[in-house]
């Protein structure tokens, strides 16, 4: 299984980035996914989860109404769209999947990516 994240980046506080994830070596559609981040000397942070088929989310209060989790199945992607970022939102964003969201949100039996790192400057 391969995950694959991309789309961070540098931005500005109150701006915008899209992530994605590419997955492969799995049948997508049978798979939560999620999001985590981690900052230096914390430890990885659950942010969202999406179900199966795209219907049912699941947000951390930190970024409830701010950042949006979606996917396509037909791609094999999932996406964080994360908008009104702040400098508490710098991290390594990690992207995950697992058999369910109690599989993902303990990270026992959790696929993860290598992370892409997005800083927002004051």
């Known amino acids: 299984v391969q995950l694959q994240a991309s789309g961070g980046g540098l931005v500005r506080a109150g701006g915008s980035l899209r992530l994605s994830c590419a997955a492969s070596?799995?049948?997508?559609?049978?798979?939560?996914m999620g999001w985590f981040r981690q900052t230096p000397g914390k430890e990885r942070e659950f942010a969202a989860v999406?179900?199966?088929?795209?219907?049912?989310?699941y947000y951390a209060d930190s970024v409830k109404g701010r950042f949006t989790i979606s996917r396509d199945n037909a791609k094999n992607t999932v996406y964080l769209q994360m908008n009104s970022l702040n400098t508490e939102d710098t991290a390594v964003y990690y992207c995950?999947?697992?058999?369910?969201?109690?599989?993902?949100?303990?990270?026992?039996?959790?696929?993860w990516g290598q992370g892409t790192l997005v800083t927002v400057s004051s």
């Open positions: 999406i179900g199966y088929i795209g219907v049912t989310t």
């Open positions: 995950a999947a697992a058999s369910s969201s109690r599989q993902l949100r303990s990270g026992v039996g959790t696929y």
């Open positions: 070596g799995l049948t997508f559609s049978t798979y939560v």
